[in-house]
């Protein structure tokens, strides 16, 4: 590895951790981060503010804008980095210092589930944004009539022994 400061290291392994636009992503893929088009404007104010009558929002010079490799509609980003992150950990300890062992095994173990979780975020989003009559319609009603801890759909996401 060579870092922009003129050291360097040798190493057996190296973990890309730099986020959306991944430097070292790009070294083995020149694939491209899709845009959804699906932007949310986000922003705090004082808790007086809360019950003002107008909404303002502001967008312009200091603007943030967003964007998030897995679609947000699970608000699963940062928990599959997390769920990644211990993973790789406990391939690596368990390895013995087998770098080709320790990613085959998180690979092995990883790709179902965060693919599963990519896969419904983005039927989730679906449902959301439908712009059609029926959609919506349905999707109302079933959450019409859901109890407040019915967590039946996303069961799967948040059961014990992951
Ligand atoms: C407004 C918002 C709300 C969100 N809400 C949720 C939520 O409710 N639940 C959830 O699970 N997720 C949420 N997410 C998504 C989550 O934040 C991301 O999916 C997650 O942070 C991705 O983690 P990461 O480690 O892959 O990348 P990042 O968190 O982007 O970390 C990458 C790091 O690499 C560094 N870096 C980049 N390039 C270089 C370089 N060349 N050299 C050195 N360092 C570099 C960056 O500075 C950064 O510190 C939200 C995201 C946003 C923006």
């Given at each position: 590895m060579s870092f922009a400061d003129g050291t360097g290291l040798h190493c057996q392994g190296v973990v890309g951790?730099?986020?959306?636009?991944?430097r070292t992503r790009a070294l083995i893929s020149d694939d491209q981060p899709i845009c959804s088009e699906s932007v949310a404007y986000r922003g705090t104010l004082p808790?007086?503010?809360?019950?003002?009558d107008d909404e303002l929002i502001w967008i312009g010079p200091g603007k943030h804008l967003v964007q998030y490799p897995m679609l947000q509609y699970l608000a699963q980003g940062a928990c599959q980095a997390i769920e990644d992150a211990e993973c790789l950990a406990r391939h690596l300890a368990g390895q013995n210092g087998d770098f080709g062992e320790a990613f085959a095994g998180y690979q092995a173990e990883r790709i179902g589930r965060t693919a599963q979780v990519q896969t419904v975020a983005r039927a989730w989003g679906e449902v959301w944004h439908?712009?059609?009559?029926?959609v919506p319609a349905l999707r109302d009603r079933v959450f019409a009539r859901r109890?407040?801890?019915?967590h039946t759909d996303l069961d799967w996401l948040y059961q014990e022994g992951l």
């Open positions: 951790a730099d986020g959306l636009w991944s808790a007086r503010q809360a019950d003002a439908a712009d059609d009559l029926i109890a407040a801890d019915d």
